[in-house]
């Protein structure tokens, strides 16, 4: 449990913009740098295991949750980040039970919604199986014994080649349009620019492994056939899209408020500066209002934030990841629009469309619309087009109809309609990413009681992020504890 101390903390306020490291410092085990959904999930999963561990994390905004942020309006209800995540991750699961908000979990399933492909101008269904997907008709038959032949004959690329080399490489010029609209959905990015190494590091372990993609999924499905079998599993489900009956943020409400009766969150908290203890193995931790001093430092930050923040002599490969930014335009109808079934669609580069894609979250999600109003949320801008996000408001929205009424039927003008545009961006996994990677690594060895964890450095989905956290959460456990359990002042 963290105590406050006012005295000590209205005095180093005043006192720390003029000796920024003298005076009182308050003393913890681990200092969370950021209260988004990696650092909130952090602490959750420490005082699960050790209730009671020192501990405090540190945000700089006035909300906590970082990237993930719902909108609400007239009964509308979309989000600025995140829409949702798959329930088959253990640690989400795990981190919503600790939220306590298993019974506010909305969910649509894998194998009852379809996503569509924008192709020559119309939306064409993908079917969620992949022996589903072999007997669409997507692509020429040709095109898929091509495919098919390549991918089984063709030795390991190797190298860092692009998202786009490499299935070119591996799969042919046939492959890239739905490989397109897949990153296009998960990253707003360019083929061109993305390193497959850095987006799907464990289909590079397969291809390397088996020498191909289908001997492996193969391989795959037949070890996951002998397991059901072994421990009587029926047959294998698809897993479900969720959120929550108030939208994405919550589960970082509900953990922050946790955080928060405890006293362990301070928010409007900016962080000035960092430097090695040199007084004992650990970090000391500048804010705007007071100081700390912990055995472990964790900057739960997107990769460029935390970049920005690192003290001198930890020089990284880049300055920063190039970023895609996205504006979401947020379009309600009646019952008279003619919207698929389904979780949206996504267009490949090659349709030149104004949007990347749809979402049809009032479908997915029924508590996102009112009782007979239809919710659209559709994404703009991204990696290749950052000039559609500098369009005013009224005029994005325009182009934005104008294009889908070309694949929906949307015959009246909408109920309602604005425009989220999201102060952050996403990290894009292009040429240097590899590199930061390794060096995170070499850091890691070098300062062990830093640890940097977040948005872009493995990953950019919600589960990965939680993941990660936990596995941090389990190392950091591993190791002693301070002996106090509770924050002191400490003068140095």
Not at 63 to 88: C, M, Y
Not at 123 to 146: C, E, H
Not at 335 to 346: H, K, M, S
């Amino acid at each position: 449990m963290v105590n406050r101390v006012p005295f000590l903390s209205r005095f180093q306020a005043a006192c720390g913009p003029i000796f920024p490291w003298s005076g009182f410092m308050l003393q913890t085990d681990i200092c969370i740098v950021g209260g988004g959904i990696s650092g909130l999930a952090l602490a959750a999963f420490l005082l699960r295991e050790r209730p009671g561990l020192p501990l405090v994390v540190l945000e700089q905004a006035a909300r906590p949750g970082g990237i993930v942020k719902s909108f609400r309006q007239d009964g509308w209800l979309a989000e600025w980040g995140p829409h949702g995540f798959l329930d088959n991750c253990p640690e989400g699961r795990e981190l919503v039970a600790l939220a306590g908000l298993e019974q506010d979990l909305v969910r649509a399933p894998l194998g009852r919604f379809v996503r569509y492909l924008c192709l020559g101008g119309k939306l064409a269904p993908v079917p969620q199986t992949p022996a589903k997907i072999l007997m669409a008709p997507l692509m020429r038959w040709q095109d898929k014994f091509g495919l098919a032949w390549r991918d089984l004959t063709r030795p390991f690329m190797t190298g860092e080649p692009t998202v786009a080399e490499w299935i070119r490489y591996r799969f042919g010029p046939a492959m890239l349009p739905f490989a397109d609209a897949a990153y296009t959905g998960t990253y707003a990015g360019d083929l061109e620019k993305l390193r497959i190494d850095g987006v799907m590091p464990s289909l590079r372990a397969l291809e390397k492994e088996y020498g191909s993609i289908i001997r492996a999924l193969f391989a795959r499905l037949r070890a996951k056939a002998r397991e059901r079998r072994k421990t009587g599993a029926g047959k294998l489900a698809l897993p479900a899209m969720q959120s929550f009956r108030q939208g994405m943020e919550q589960l970082p409400l509900a953990l922050a408020a946790q955080l928060q009766a405890e006293g362990l969150l301070h928010l409007e908290t900016r962080v000035q500066g960092l430097r090695p203890d040199e007084d004992a193995k650990g970090w000391l931790v500048q804010t705007d209002g007071t100081g700390y001093r912990c055995r472990e430092l964790v900057l739960a930050l997107p990769a460029n934030t935390a970049l920005q923040l690192l003290p001198e002599g930890m020089e990284p490969p880049a300055a920063g990841l190039p970023e895609a930014r996205l504006a979401s335009v947020i379009l309600g109808f009646g019952p008279e629009a003619r919207i698929p079934f389904g979780f949206g669609y996504l267009a490949p580069e090659r349709e030149q469309r104004f949007a990347m894609g749809t979402l049809f979250s009032s479908h997915m999600f029924p508590e996102r619309a009112p009782a007979d109003g239809q919710l659209l949320e559709v994404l703009v801008g991204g990696r290749r087009h950052p000039e559609r996000l500098e369009l005013e408001d009224n005029e994005m929205i325009r182009e934005t109809l104008a294009d889908l009424r070309q694949l929906i039927h949307l015959p009246a003008a909408p109920r309602f309609a604005t425009v989220l545009r999201g102060e952050a961006g996403i990290p894009q996994a292009e040429q240097q990413y590899l590199q930061l990677l390794s060096w995170r690594e070499q850091s890691a060895r070098s300062s062990p009681h830093l640890h940097l964890l977040g948005f872009g450095w493995q990953g950019i989905g919600l589960n990965e992020m939680i993941r990660e956290a936990k596995n941090l959460a389990l190392r950091l456990l591993r190791r002693p504890s301070a002996s106090q359990n509770e924050i002191k002042g400490v003068y140095m």
